[in-house]
């Protein structure tokens, strides 16, 4: 067995699409949150939760040339492909990979994780440019894979030339299920499958606590049990992959190293940039913002360090000048240091009041 960060671990060979998720090169394409499965660990937030929209990454796409634009904010290597269920959408999901090819190259690695699959439909985005498909099988048939359609989609996407894995949470009480989906995926010599830590969210939460899942500890949101048998079998399939992803992998490594690249490429002159990728900036707040440009001018403020952000109404400035701008500018405005992810959507961690 070999371990990751976050209490990950796997044995065999990791699949191309997550060695570049733990490097922070895939962006994540959710192509629609529109699904037929009512799978009951389903953690897709509210706002995308069968609502037919996308994003990439944090970012909502509104025109093809959007997603092209995050991909070159990260640098990246590569897509994976998510939703909702992205071979409902074939068309369209076959359309984003053949933009992606043609922009990035042969070389940017795409997978794709699905609950269904057309014959026609997994040729179409294995003919767009697809590398990696990993199928999606509801956990209520893993003992019978062998008489499920799977075992067709399988062969449509071996036939298609894709590499073919498959991906699902890990159940806590499911352990002859989960070796009987283990069994099935060496039988049909299958790339690797990979097990994730089942997580709380607050979509899932209602219908895992009915189940009589608890959460594991007071600051994760991973289920308890979920790890432990993931690693269970890893150890026992040490002659086939088997992947554990943790909660904590992807949020501590995934994520961070995600972050970073993409704070390379929007951090300017005016910021500081952390370990963890986040951004360090001040904000000056509570006023019109060209009487606040116009307040910084009258202490001799340097204007090249200075940018309106008029989409969250207030004034950027360097973190290392607040100091000055607070003892010298004589205002009722609200001066703050903030800490803040270099995503799309900027949540902010942290706000110092100056």
Not at 191 to 199: A, G, P, Q, T, V
């Amino acid at each position: 067995m070999k371990r990751l960060g976050g209490g990950s671990a796997y044995s065999g060979s990791l699949p191309t699409g997550c060695i570049q998720c733990a490097k922070g090169q895939k962006m994540v394409l959710f192509i629609s949150g529109i699904c037929d499965a009512k799978c009951f660990y389903c953690p897709i937030s509210e706002p995308r939760k069968m609502n037919d929209v996308l994003f990439a990454d944090e970012m909502p796409v509104r025109e093809m040339h959007d997603a092209i634009l995050e991909a070159k904010m990260i640098d990246a290597a590569g897509t994976g492909i998510t939703g909702g269920d992205p071979m409902k959408f074939s068309h369209r999901t076959a359309e984003y990979i053949r933009m992606l090819k043609a922009e990035f190259g042969e070389g940017h690695h795409i997978h794709l994780y699905t609950i269904s699959g057309s014959k026609e439909g997994i040729e179409e985005v294995a003919a767009a440019g697809l590398d990696e498909i990993r199928f999606h099988p509801p956990e209520e048939i893993w003992k019978v894979m062998d008489k499920s359609v799977f075992r067709d989609r399988i062969k449509w996407a071996r036939d298609a030339g894709l590499s073919v894995g498959i991906e699902v949470p890990s159940l806590p009480g499911r352990t002859e299920d989960t070796r009987a989906l283990i069994d099935f995926a060496r039988s049909m010599d299958l790339d690797y499958l990979n097990l994730n830590e089942l997580e709380f969210s607050e979509t899932n939460a209602a219908s895992l606590i009915g189940r009589g899942y608890a959460v594991k500890n007071d600051y994760q949101s991973g289920v308890k049990g979920s790890a432990a048998l993931a690693l269970e079998m890893v150890r026992e399939y040490n002659d086939f992959t088997v992947h554990y992803c943790s909660s904590s992998f992807k949020d501590a490594v995934q994520l961070k190293n995600r972050l970073k690249r993409r704070a390379k490429n929007v951090a300017t002159h005016q910021d500081i940039v952390t370990r963890d990728g986040t951004i360090i900036r001040g904000i000056i707040e509570g006023g019109d913002l060209q009487q606040i440009v116009s307040d910084l001018r009258s202490i001799d403020f340097p204007e090249e360090m200075v940018r309106v952000n008029s989409v969250r109404r207030r004034v950027e400035v360097p973190s290392w000048f607040l100091p000055k701008i607070k003892r010298e500018l004589k205002t009722g405005y609200e001066i703050y240091q903030v800490e803040e992810y270099p995503s799309w959507d900027a949540i902010e961690v942290e706000r110092l009041r100056i």
